[in-house]
């Protein structure tokens, strides 16, 4: 049976915005990691903040909130050695 793996993710274009939002979203609750940007999003300061898939509309209501500059919410899924990578509209 193949790996199975599935979780939210925001690119910053900033690394200061990466670590004080994620600052903000663990004061609201949300388990949440900062992680390495995935080459196959080649954007912003490669620091990213990883959030498990199903808090996504709670994480949502938070970036609603404060607004932090981002480059992207996106929803990973990887199965074995394949990643697919979806951008979230926000």
């Known amino acids: 049976m193949s ?3 599935e979780y939210g993710l925001i690119a910053f274009s ?9 600052d903000i979203l663990k ?15 080649s954007l912003g300061c490669g620091l990213s903040i990883k959030f498990p898939i199903t808090l ?4 949502m209501k938070v970036y609603e909130r404060y607004k932090h500059p981002i ?3 996106y929803h990973i899924r990887r199965i074995g ?9 926000c």
Do not use: D, W
């Open 3 to 5: 790996y199975m793996e």
């Open 14 to 22: 900033s690394r200061q915005h990466a670590i004080h939002f994620s």
């Open 27 to 41: 004061l609201a609750g949300c388990p949440v990691q900062l992680v390495s940007t995935p080459r196959e999003i």
């Open 56 to 59: 996504t509309s709670k994480v």
């Open 71 to 73: 480059t992207g919410f």
């Open 81 to 89: 050695n394949r990643t697919q990578i979806m951008r979230i509209p």
